[in-house]
Structure formats: structure tokens, C-alpha cells
């Protein structure tokens, strides 16, 4: 899939991937006449005759659609007890305490697919690829990030339409973020 969230399609340069990390207001307006667009094309008729919405896996209806906060909170924190387990990985965290940084990727997640924008009230814009400068990502931290990453969707066992549109999305935001041949 080479699309954002929102689904507009972008060509798969570091940069934009980044910036794309969270919905504009331009981009929240196309998302939402687009779902209105599918919603008239997607639906299914019950012998009722009453219109139900098919679930095509929209990207704007997955927070919802897997769980909310809690799933988010299970992904992340799943995430970070590989991180203290990856000893190249774990010595990139500027804090030994992982904690904040635990509440930082569910806060960015939880926005990111469709969720409360509170990463950003908090944080700002995401300016994810400028924000991991100072890290030395390289292919082979990509790789332990996504080892990471793999493991935390498995625990959480998604229906496999939202795991695969996370695991892809990861992959490619964690080829964005590498900064370093190494
Ligand atoms: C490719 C390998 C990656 C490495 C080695 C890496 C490493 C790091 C490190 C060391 C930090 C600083 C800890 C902190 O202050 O939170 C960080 C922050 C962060 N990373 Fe990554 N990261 C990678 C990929 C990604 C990807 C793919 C995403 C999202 C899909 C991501 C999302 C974040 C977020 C949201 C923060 C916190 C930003 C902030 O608000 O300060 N990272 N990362």
C-alpha cells in the first residue's frame, strides 16, 4: 500500500512520509469527503432494507475499529519491553526510564490512526524523521525496531486487515526514519 492514512497517495520519499504523520486539517477535510464517498459505494443491503456500512478497513475508522486507547496502550507498551531487551536499541534512549517514551509512541499512534490528537497538543507537530536526527537509525536499527514492532502486534493479535495495515505502514515509516548508512 503506498498511501497515507487519509489515503492520498504519496511518493514514498522520507520526507513526505514524516509529514504525512499526522492528518492536516487539509487532509482530515479529503479523509472525510472521501469516507463519505465510500460510504455511498460500500454499503450492504440487509433484507430489511436497511443500509449497513461495510467495514473496508477505512483507515479513519481504525482506532475505533481495533479497540481504541487500550489497544493502542497494549501495542506500545509491548513495544518498549522489546526495546529493554534490545541492547543496541535500548542504549539510543536518552532515559533510562522508557516510560515516557512508552506514552509518547501510544499518543502518536492513537493520532495517527484516527484517534484523539492529543500526541500534538502535547507534543507539537510529529516531524517524526527530523525529531530521530539525533538517533544513529540505520538498517540495522530499523531492523530491531521492526523486530520490536512485530512482536508487539503479534501479542496483540489484531484481526489481520488492521495488522496488515500497521505492519505495512511500520515498515515503511521505519525505512523513513533511517538517518545513517550506519
Ligand atoms: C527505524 C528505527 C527507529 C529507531 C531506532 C527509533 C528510535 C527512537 C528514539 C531513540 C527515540 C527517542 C525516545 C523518545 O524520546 O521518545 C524515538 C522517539 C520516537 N519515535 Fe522512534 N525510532 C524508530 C522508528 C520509529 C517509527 C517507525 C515510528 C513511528 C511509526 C517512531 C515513532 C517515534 C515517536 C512517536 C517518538 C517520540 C517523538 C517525540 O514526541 O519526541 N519511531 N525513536
Request: net charge negative; proline share 9%; hydrophobic share 35%.
Amino acid at each position: 500500500m503506498t498511501s497515507t492514512p487519509s489515503g492520498n497517495p504519496h511518493p514514498d520519499s522520507p520526507e513526505t512520509l514524516a509529514e504525512a504523520a499526522v492528518p492536516s486539517g487539509r487532509e482530515g477535510l479529503q479523509l472525510g469527503l472521501r469516507a463519505k464517498g465510500r460510504a455511498a459505494r460500500e454499503t450492504d443491503t440487509q433484507p430489511s432494507g436497511t443500509e449497513v456500512p461495510v467495514d473496508t478497513g477505512d483507515p479513519a475508522s481504525v482506532y475505533a475499529a481495533v479497540g481504541g486507547e487500550e489497544t493502542f496502550a497494549r501495542i506500545s507498551a509491548a513495544f518498549y519491553r522489546g526495546v529493554a531487551e534490545d541492547p543496541v536499541l535500548h542504549a539510543m534512549y536518552p532515559e533510562e526510564d522508557l516510560g515516557p517514551a512508552e506514552e509518547r509512541l501510544k499518543l502518536f499512534l492513537i493520532q495517527y490512526w484516527g484517534g484523539p490528537t492529543t500526541y500534538s497538543e502535547l507534543r507539537g507537530h510529529p516531524r517524526l524523521r527530523m525529531r530521530h536526527i539525533p538517533y544513529k537509525v540505520d538498517a540495522d536499527a530499523r531492523e530491531r525496531w521492526l523486530t520490536c514492532m512485530r512482536g508487539a502486534l503479534d501479542e496483540v493479535q489484531l484481526p489481520p486487515l488492521y495488522d496488515g495495515m500497521m505492519w505495512d505502514y511500520f515498515e515503511r515509516a521505519a525505512t523513513a526514519m533511517i538517518n545513517t548508512a550506519g
